[in-house]
């Protein structure tokens, strides 16, 4: 909760980020990476054609370095 605001009465607009951070879905996993990295953002719109085609979240990150790293054993 955002400093003790009831979620009952607060709107969305009053909290949320105004600037969203886009990435083209087909650009590499390092790149989004290192954008999310220097723009200290936890969650990236993923983008086709400027039409949003999901999120990509550090949680996202954290699963496929994971995955990768496993398979290099």
Do not use: W
């Amino acid at each position: 909760m955002s400093k003790g605001l009831s979620p009952d009465s607060v709107l969305v607009s009053e909290i949320i980020t105004a600037t969203l951070r886009t990435m083209d879905q087909y650009l590499p996993m390092d790149q989004a990476n290192q954008f999310m990295y220097e723009n200290k953002i936890r969650h990236l719109i993923v983008t086709e054609e400027e039409k949003v085609v999901g999120v990509l979240s550090v949680k996202d990150l954290v699963s496929y370095y994971a995955k990768s790293f496993r398979m290099q054993e």
